[in-house]
């Protein structure tokens, strides 16, 4: 089992930053990939980011690619995602997800809000 915890969210004007990360307890953090996503209202989740387990492989959504960044740190069962150069159109909870494998993710966070103000 792994419980995953998501801070950092908050609300910030248009082009300002946050740094939202997600902290992992129970099973070795490093077996899984991290994955960032988020669900604007109405609207269906969507991927944001995702790392490898080693951190060699980054994936982004076109959309924010340029602007948000993603890492990890094994030793600290802690993943990140620094979001710089932020829209309105970035407002939505935030989720942490990982997964050992492909396809479906084996553990969700609770969300984080993020909300941009133009």
């Known amino acids: 089992q792994v419980q995953l915890v998501e801070s950092g969210g908050g609300l910030v004007q248009a082009g300002g930053s946050l740094r939202l990360s997600c902290v992992a307890s129970?099973?070795?953090?490093?077996?899984?990939?991290v994955s960032w996503f988020r669900q604007a209202p109405g609207k269906e989740r969507e991927f944001v980011a995702s790392?490898?387990?080693?951190?060699?492989?980054?994936y982004y959504r076109d959309s924010v690619k340029g602007r948000f960044t993603i890492s990890r740190d094994n030793a600290k069962n802690t993943g990140s995602l620094q979001m710089n150069s932020l829209k309105p159109e970035d407002t939505a909870v935030y989720y942490c997800?990982?997964?050992?494998?492909?396809?479906?993710?084996?553990?969700w966070g609770q969300g984080t809000q993020v909300t941009v103000s133009s």
């Open positions: 997800g990982v997964r050992a494998g492909q396809g479906r993710y084996d553990y």
């Open positions: 129970g099973r070795t953090f490093s077996r899984y990939e």
């Open positions: 790392i490898s387990w080693s951190g060699e492989n980054k």
